[in-house]
């Protein structure tokens, strides 16, 4: 069955970039249905919708957040990653990475926490 | 892109049925039929509970229906168990490859 797995820091300094990969495993990355995306959760809080990307390299980002995210996919390491530059305390959250099937989330990662803080 | 409308929370019996609902707009949820419902235990990922609306994944118990109706969506829980105390989040397609999701319903199983 199909694995996903967040990496990165779990602190990050306001106004610096956190940076986040998510490993696919026992599956490929170029495989249908071909697309993945980044959800996150603040602490007691809802989901929002970060972005998506196609193997391709084709993405999609949530307008409230489209000025500071970059999200891109290398598929040599089956894995794809999110940049979300000039963060603040209120960009922290559990970050999860998952697998887009037609139009909804079907595979999850386990998510990481990551704290913006000084 | 405002979040769609959920209760806070909702609660049931053992053995009786809810539902939680969620209200959005004609440009997504009134506007496809691609609403998703996850179900969230405290500490663990979502997981995929329903899809384009009404569908089961494989597997996955028929106690979990869905259905919508103009600019809302329903989850509707029937014989509510122990297990099915979490937390449950709507999700819709909402045009130009974006996505919305709601704020969340705690179900509290007494």
């Known amino acids: 069955q199909l694995q996903l797995q967040e990496s990165g820091p779990g602190l990050v300094k306001p106004s610096e970039t956190l940076s986040l990969t998510c490993t696919v495993s026992?599956?490929?990355?170029?495989?249908?249905?071909?697309?993945w995306g980044w959800i996150r959760q603040p602490p007691g809080e809802g989901l929002e919708w970060i972005g998506t990307?196609?193997?391709?390299?084709?993405?999609y980002y949530n307008p409230s957040l489209k000025s500071r995210v970059t999200i891109s996919v290398d598929t040599s390491n089956n894995q794809f990653s999110l940049q979300l530059n000039s963060v603040t305390a209120a960009d922290t959250a559990v970050y999860f990475c998952?697998?887009?099937?037609?139009?909804?989330?079907?595979?999850w990662g386990q998510g990481t926490l990551v704290t913006v803080s000084s | 892109q405002p979040a769609l409308t959920q209760p806070a929370s909702v609660s049931g019996s053992l053995g009786q049925s809810i539902t939680i609902s969620c209200t959005g707009a004609s440009s997504d949820v009134g506007g496809y039929n691609f609403v998703s419902w996850y179900q969230q235990h405290p500490g663990k990922a979502p997981k995929l509970m329903i899809y384009?609306?009404?569908k089961r994944p494989s597997g996955l118990s028929n106690r979990f229906s869905g259905s919508k109706s103009g600019n809302t969506a329903s989850l509707t829980i029937s014989g509510l168990q122990a297990e099915d105390e979490a937390d449950y989040y709507c999700?819709?397609?909402?045009?130009?490859?974006?996505?919305?999701f709601g704020g969340g319903t705690k179900l509290t199983v007494l």
């Open positions: 384009d609306v009404s």
């Open positions: 026992r599956g490929s990355i170029s495989s249908s249905p071909n697309y």
């Open positions: 990307i196609h193997y391709s390299g084709s993405t």
């Open positions: 999700c819709s397609y909402a045009g130009s490859s974006t996505w919305v």
């Open positions: 998952a697998r887009l099937q037609g139009e909804e989330f079907d595979f």
